[in-house]
């Protein structure tokens, strides 16, 4: 009788694979976002030694009660920065981590073998997304980038069947008049925006960066070579359903803010926090938007 099964998750992050392989093999940045939400790793406990045989142990401690689950294994494998495999001898399972570019971030691909199936419940990927939602706390610049998502209970092809009509966050967005595309939707092509921000009107020209149906696209306002921002979605299984995300980072092209800012430098972190505040309002609206409209059919 088979007693073990297979896990396999999926996340995207907004930092780079060295970024992704620091945080994993780095003991005062794995303490901070390795447990899932509701329990803790005291970094004493930490030891990670990257390279094959060495050690990779840490504890996790249950916030509410204290309980401690000690996890003792080894490095089986390392590539650095693409990841790492480790071993559990205790349970005999193999937890591997790989870590791609993509969309300008790394999509964290995580395959657990011989996994005992008590070990096992239908709430594991949520567990999972808590830590990872961590981990994305700890890359650069985050005064001037917005990573916000959402659980879908829909499928793939449904949520990518809303993403893809670049006129849809115009529904939900209170600064995204409309958006359309200049040609067939793909690679290279252009979509227009029409912006409205407190009476202030503008237009955008945005050049897709990136297309995959089901899994998401990406786009840089003014061109790939020296964007103003480039704005993303995502899609990833989670459960029975996708993790859509909505990213966007700020420059490095001059934009409107540059000129608030030359204008007012003393307010340069106000000025920000101020426009990512909005982005952030728009963005939620936005996915939370796709997930009525996609969990309603």
Not at 197 to 206: A, P, Q, V
């Amino acid at each position: 009788m088979n007693d073990t099964t297979t896990i396999r998750i999926q996340r995207w992050v907004s930092g780079t694979p060295q970024q992704a392989w620091d945080a994993y093999t780095t003991p005062e940045l794995f303490a901070r976002f390795f447990a899932p939400a509701g329990l803790s790793i005291p970094l004493g406990s930490v030891c990670l030694e990257p390279w094959t045989g060495g050690r990779w142990e840490c504890t996790m401690v249950v916030d509410e009660t204290g309980e401690e689950h000690p996890n003792l294994g080894v490095f089986a494998d390392v590539d650095p920065p693409n990841g790492f495999a480790a071993y559990v001898p205790s349970v005999g399972m193999t937890s591997i981590q790989r870590f791609t570019a993509d969309q300008k971030g790394t999509l964290i691909e995580i395959e657990q073998r011989d996994v005992p199936l008590a070990f096992v419940t239908s709430e594991v990927p949520f567990h999972f997304n808590t830590s990872f939602d961590k981990l994305e706390a700890l890359f650069d610049e985050p005064e001037k980038k917005v990573v916000v998502s959402t659980y879908v209970h829909a499928s793939a092809p449904r949520v990518w069947e809303l993403v893809s009509d670049v006129n849809l966050p115009s529904r939900f967005s209170a600064e995204l008049v409309r958006a359309e595309w200049e040609g067939d939707p793909g690679p290279g092509a252009t979509i227009r925006g029409y912006m409205n921000l407190n009476g202030r009107e503008w237009d955008t020209e945005s050049v897709v960066i990136d297309w995959r149906p089901n899994k998401g696209f990406m786009w840089s306002v003014y061109g790939p070579d020296y964007p103003v921002a480039e704005w993303g979605f995502r899609i990833t299984p989670l459960g029975d359903g996708v993790l859509l995300m909505m990213h966007a980072r700020l420059g490095p092209a001059r934009s409107g803010l540059t000129a608030a800012i030359e204008a007012q430098p003393d307010k340069r972190d106000e000025i920000i926090a101020s426009r990512m505040a909005t982005w952030r309002a728009n963005m939620t609206a936005t996915i939370d938007g796709v997930k009525t409209l996609a969990e309603r059919n």
